[in-house]
């Protein structure tokens, strides 16, 4: 018995040690956000608490906590509270699979890529709860945009991850990371890569493509009855789902936790910093999108999604195959 | 294996009560949600017996796909009203004896099923024709089975769901009249000779637009 207790808490221990450093950068990530939003519309953005404004979102957190919690009288109470939760869970229980070194992962699971996208597909859940729950016109409405969304937008992220397995030929994140030891795939996927960052930005209804939460004409679509804490909720689960998109998009095509040299001084650099790194660039690329594209209309979303995504994720797949049995450079184990 | 074991009935009793809650409860919105509580349990059993690849895709394929469009479906439509009516009706409720019935097969094949490999667990070995090897993956193991032996039922199942969905779209499909449709080929490629006309107005007699 007692021997089972220390497994416990050691797994306890390990999993704190990943998820306060998640939080702790899911709260700078916003902060960094809004500073390069800002910056890209000459403004200064929060540079008022602590150095460079970085305790802005402790502060933002602070103000969260503070205010009173409504729950509207006609929503469905228990699927209204459940739902920011759903939401928040889903965003960090994803984090097991992702290897930040060779040894450094919390669980290095055979099927971890399997894993991270059947997560992800249960994100559109406490979107769909908050929505129906809330029983108003507006967050319903926001609700079913975001769910037809996000399924098309699954597809052709499943059909690029089948495009990256195929070269691989395994199912092991870690596995995936070390295929790319010599090459790393965004040199031959790379249009699979673009669509990839297209499609992480829709599954996240980040901007151009945040029609869930179009303030112009749904108010703030499915969190528009929610206050408080459970809003931080619903943000902070959001911006933790960017970050896993980003670490998606380094492992499977930037290499993951390897170094673009394997020379003395990138060799220097401690691995889990790479994908820090690699996880922090792909950011900056998603807040500069937020910041220069407009959004979508709602009928060029699901078309770019269906008859243009897929059409080519697909086609990809088939090149990538042929190529691959043609030149005999199947992975076969 | 008491962890193992104590994890086996917590899911086992999760995935029970959510089944019979599914039928259970008044709000049908509520019992998409159980069916979805069960769809999770399910696939935890399937990964605590070893098998993560069919957990994994009964995750991705029934809660992240089937399920949504589920819940779709119950959200837009009054489904609840009509159930209440349905139940509430005495005269209507002549489809009880055929969902007896049916459920009467299925727990009929249950029995069959699981007394055949009580009563000769080597049975099921004999059905397939490689033997299963516990080193590689299952991932690797189903593979190797299902694009060799049976690659010509996958291919068939797969020609069904083909032609199932190809017949979804025709039911649903209708082309509307006089819809302005954007063309985005139409918009690029329209010149400016198209677009603009110079016009020379004369004092005090303007100009004449629609010709």
Same mark, same amino acid.
């Given at each position: 018995?007692?021997?089972?207790?220390?497994?416990?808490?050691?797994?306890?221990?390990?999993?704190?040690?990943?998820?306060?450093? #998640?939080?702790?950068?899911?709260?700078?990530?916003?902060?960094?956000?809004?500073?390069?939003?800002?910056?890209?519309?000459?403004?200064?953005?929060?540079?008022?608490?602590?150095?460079?404004?970085?305790?802005?979102?402790?502060?933002?957190?602070?103000?969260?906590?503070?205010?009173?919690?409504?729950?509207?009288?006609?929503?469905?109470?228990?699927?209204?509270?459940?739902?920011?939760?759903?939401?928040?869970?889903?965003?960090?229980?994803?984090?097991?699979?992702?290897?930040?070194?060779?040894?450094?992962?919390?669980?290095?699971?055979?099927?971890?890529?399997?894993?991270?996208?059947?997560?992800?597909?249960?994100?559109?859940?406490?979107?769909?709860?908050?929505?129906?729950?809330?029983?108003?016109?507006?967050?319903?409405?926001?609700?079913?945009?975001?769910?037809?969304?996000?399924?098309?937008?699954?597809?052709?992220?499943?059909?690029?991850?089948?495009?990256?397995?195929?070269?691989?030929?395994?199912?092991?994140?870690?596995?995936?990371?070390?295929?790319?030891?010599? $090459? @790393?795939?965004?040199?031959?996927?790379?249009?699979?890569?673009?669509?990839?960052?297209?499609?992480?930005?829709?599954?996240? !209804?980040?901007?151009?493509?945040?029609?869930?939460?179009?303030?112009?004409?749904?108010?703030?679509?499915?969190? %528009?009855?929610?206050?408080?804490?459970?809003?931080?909720?619903?943000?902070?689960?959001?911006?933790?789902?960017?970050?896993?998109?980003?670490?998606?998009?380094?492992?499977?095509?930037?290499?993951? @936790?390897?170094?673009?040299?394997?020379?003395?001084? =990138?060799?220097?650099?401690?691995?889990?910093? @790479? $994908?820090?790194?690699?996880?922090?660039?792909?950011?900056? +690329?998603?807040?500069?999108?937020?910041?220069?594209?407009?959004?979508?209309?709602?009928?060029?979303?699901?078309?770019?999604?269906?008859?243009? =995504?897929?059409?080519?994720? +697909?086609?990809?797949?088939?090149?990538?195959?042929?190529?691959?049995?043609?030149?005999?450079?199947?992975?076969?184990? | 294996?008491?962890?193992?074991?104590?994890?086996?009935?917590?899911?086992? #009793?999760?995935?029970?009560?959510?089944?019979?809650?599914?039928?259970?409860?008044?709000?049908?919105?509520?019992?998409?949600?159980?069916?979805?509580?069960?769809?999770? %349990?399910?696939?935890?059993?399937?990964?605590?017996?070893?098998?993560?690849?069919?957990?994994?895709?009964?995750?991705?394929?029934?809660?992240?796909?089937?399920?949504?469009?589920?819940?779709?479906?119950?959200?837009?439509?009054?489904?609840?009203?009509?159930? !209440?009516?349905?139940?509430?009706?005495?005269?209507?409720?002549?489809?009880?004896?055929?969902?007896?019935?049916?459920?009467?097969?299925?727990?009929?094949?249950?029995?069959?099923?699981?007394?055949?490999?009580?009563?000769?667990?080597?049975?099921?070995?004999?059905?397939?024709?490689?033997?299963?090897?516990?080193?590689?993956?299952?991932?690797?193991?189903?593979?190797?089975?299902?694009?060799?032996?049976?690659?010509?039922?996958?291919?068939?199942?797969?020609?069904? +769901? +083909?032609?199932?969905?190809?017949?979804?779209?025709?039911?649903?499909?209708?082309?509307?009249?006089?819809?302005?449709?954007?063309?985005?080929?139409?918009? #690029?490629?329209?010149?400016? %000779?198209?677009?603009?006309?110079?016009?020379?107005?004369?004092?005090?007699?303007?100009?004449?637009?629609?010709?």
């Amino acid at each position: 018995m007692i021997e089972y207790l220390n497994i416990l808490i050691t797994e306890i221990y390990k999993i704190f040690l990943l998820i306060i450093p #998640i939080l702790t950068a899911v709260a700078m990530i916003v902060w960094l956000d809004r500073r390069v939003w800002a910056f890209v519309q000459k403004r200064r953005g929060p540079n008022v608490v602590g150095p460079f404004g970085l305790f802005q979102s402790l502060a933002d957190a602070l103000k969260y906590i503070f205010k009173e919690i409504i729950i509207p009288a006609s929503s469905n109470k228990i699927i209204f509270v459940l739902a920011p939760i759903v939401t928040m869970t889903l965003a960090l229980i994803s984090w097991a699979v992702i290897p930040f070194s060779e040894e450094l992962v919390l669980a290095n699971i055979n099927v971890g890529i399997l894993y991270l996208f059947a997560v992800s597909s249960l994100g559109v859940y406490g979107i769909i709860m908050g929505g129906w729950a809330s029983n108003s016109k507006y967050p319903f409405l926001g609700a079913i945009r975001s769910a037809a969304q996000m399924v098309s937008y699954e597809v052709s992220i499943g059909v690029i991850i089948i495009n990256v397995l195929l070269c691989v030929g395994s199912l092991n994140l870690t596995d995936i990371v070390l295929a790319q030891k010599n $090459l @790393w795939f965004i040199v031959p996927l790379f249009p699979m890569f673009i669509i990839f960052f297209i499609s992480a930005l829709a599954e996240t !209804n980040r901007p151009p493509f945040d029609l869930p939460e179009a303030e112009a004409e749904l108010v703030a679509g499915y969190q %528009t009855e929610y206050s408080g804490m459970m809003y931080a909720m619903f943000w902070l689960g959001e911006y933790a789902n960017i970050l896993l998109m980003c670490s998606m998009g380094s492992i499977l095509f930037l290499g993951g @936790w390897l170094s673009p040299i394997d020379l003395y001084p =990138f060799t220097l650099v401690p691995a889990p910093l @790479w $994908l820090i790194i690699k996880i922090l660039l792909l950011f900056i +690329l998603f807040s500069l999108v937020k910041a220069i594209v407009p959004r979508y209309r709602y009928d060029q979303l699901m078309k770019l999604g269906w008859k243009i =995504f897929l059409p080519l994720s +697909l086609t990809w797949v088939v090149l990538t195959a042929s190529y691959l049995f043609y030149f005999n450079l199947l992975p076969v184990n | 294996m008491i962890i193992h074991t104590i994890f086996f009935y917590i899911f086992s #009793i999760i995935a029970i009560f959510s089944a019979i809650m599914v039928t259970v409860s008044r709000n049908t919105v509520h019992s998409v949600f159980f069916l979805i509580l069960d769809f999770i %349990t399910i696939s935890c059993l399937f990964i605590m017996i070893g098998a993560e690849f069919i957990g994994m895709i009964m995750l991705i394929v029934y809660v992240g796909a089937v399920a949504v469009l589920f819940l779709f479906v119950v959200m837009m439509l009054n489904v609840s009203k009509q159930k !209440n009516e349905w139940l509430g009706d005495e005269k209507n409720s002549n489809h009880i004896p055929i969902g007896l019935l049916i459920s009467g097969i299925i727990f009929f094949e249950l029995i069959i099923v699981v007394g055949g490999w009580k009563y000769k667990p080597e049975l099921l070995k004999t059905f397939s024709s490689i033997g299963i090897d516990l080193d590689s993956t299952n991932t690797h193991e189903i593979g190797k089975v299902l694009y060799t032996d049976y690659i010509h039922l996958f291919q068939l199942s797969g020609m069904v +769901l +083909l032609v199932a969905m190809i017949g979804a779209i025709v039911l649903t499909f209708r082309k509307r009249e006089g819809i302005k449709r954007q063309s985005y080929f139409r918009q #690029i490629s329209r010149e400016r %000779t198209e677009g603009v006309e110079l016009a020379d107005p004369k004092n005090n007699e303007g100009v004449k637009i629609d010709v």
